[in-house]
């Protein structure tokens, strides 16, 4: 009986044993192993790089039912799976997104979690679907007892994400759809998006442009109630300090410049989210940038990704 006892705790431990630690929302989770969620035929596959990490509700995540306050594990996972895929970053947003909302007594829920890539049909599966499969695409609609306009759910979504995201050089995308409003977080490499698909408050052009603009309320959220009575402001082509004829002249020569040729240095920039600041782009007539037949991006307008 005692060599019995012995062989299945053995098992047992096999099992749980603890992968990478990582932290969702105030709670402490571990990566899946092989044998919680065997992926050798891709069906956990984080299809567009976004980083994020395989879970599984069984070994010693046993009993974590709740991902974060708002969102629980049986919202987010596939019901037919135990293992499913997640981002903290991403976890954050949704959450501050959920509180926000809950906050201005419009709650909304997860309509949508994530999906497995293994369930999906590559050829006909909606960009919807491929970001949720990534773990960092989620589907957001209001309880039905809340009469609101899901333009609500975007601004919530715009007014904590894109900084969220930006730190960690990533994008966000939004899809208004009919009744539902689709948020993920992007890879290194995908662009932003601002679409539409059925929903009739906005076409694509004016939802993009009323999607900037709530960025940028975003970004001065919670500095309303700043004295800003003592800072001396500009006037248009104005120079500070008056009488400066160069930023060498003010803060001296550069000690070493940020090339793209610097591939380490470059790629630790971020770009600058807001649209209603004009900053000097004199690369973007250029012939090429950064490599002989690299089109130039005229970044102005709006955030275009964190492609070096």
């Given at each position: 009986m005692a060599m019995l006892v012995s062989v299945f705790v053995l098992f047992f431990l096999a099992i749980t044993s603890s992968g990478e630690e990582i932290r969702l929302g105030s709670r402490i989770f571990y990566t899946a192993s092989d044998t919680l969620c065997p992926n050798n035929d891709g069906r956990y596959n984080d299809t567009k790089n976004t980083g994020s990490y395989l879970l599984s509700v069984r070994g010693d995540n046993y009993g974590?039912?709740?991902?974060?306050?708002?969102?629980?594990?049986?919202?987010?996972?596939?019901?037919?799976?135990?293992?499913?895929?997640?981002?903290?970053?991403?976890?954050?947003?949704?959450?501050?997104?959920l509180s926000d909302l809950k906050t201005q007594r419009t709650r909304?829920?997860?309509?949508?979690?994530?999906?497995?890539?293994g369930d999906l049909d590559p050829v006909t599966a909606t960009d919807q679907e491929i970001w949720a499969s990534a773990g960092t695409g989620v589907e957001l609609m209001y309880e039905k007892s809340v009469t609101a306009d899901i333009s609500g759910i975007a601004e919530a979504v715009l007014r904590y994400c894109p900084a969220?995201?930006?730190?960690?050089?990533?994008?966000?995308?939004?899809?208004?759809?009919?009744?539902?409003?689709?948020?993920?977080?992007?890879?290194?490499?995908?662009?932003?998006?601002?679409?539409?698909d059925g929903y009739t408050g906005f076409n694509t052009a004016a939802f993009q442009s009323w999607a900037l603009t709530r960025i940028d309320m975003g970004l001065d959220y919670g500095l309303s109630n700043l004295d800003c009575s003592n800072i001396n402001t500009l006037s248009t082509n104005q120079v500070y300090p008056t009488g400066a004829t160069s930023p060498e002249a003010v803060v001296g020569d550069v000690d070493e410049a940020i090339t793209r040729d610097n591939a380490t240095d470059f790629n630790t920039l971020v770009q600058f989210l807001r649209h209603d600041v004009e900053i000097q782009n004199d690369e973007r007539s250029a012939s090429w940038c950064g490599t002989v037949g690299t089109a130039c991006v005229d970044c102005r307008a709006s955030i275009v990704g964190n492609q070096p």
């Open positions: 974590q039912r709740v991902i974060s306050t708002d969102i629980l594990t049986d919202y987010w996972k596939s019901p037919s799976h135990n293992c499913y895929r997640a981002h903290p970053t991403f976890i954050d947003c949704i959450q501050h997104v909304a829920i997860i309509y949508s979690g994530y999906k497995a890539w969220k995201f930006e730190r960690i050089q990533r994008n966000i995308g939004i899809i208004m759809q009919a009744t539902s409003v689709h948020v993920h977080m992007t890879g290194p490499d995908d662009l932003p998006s601002f679409l539409v």
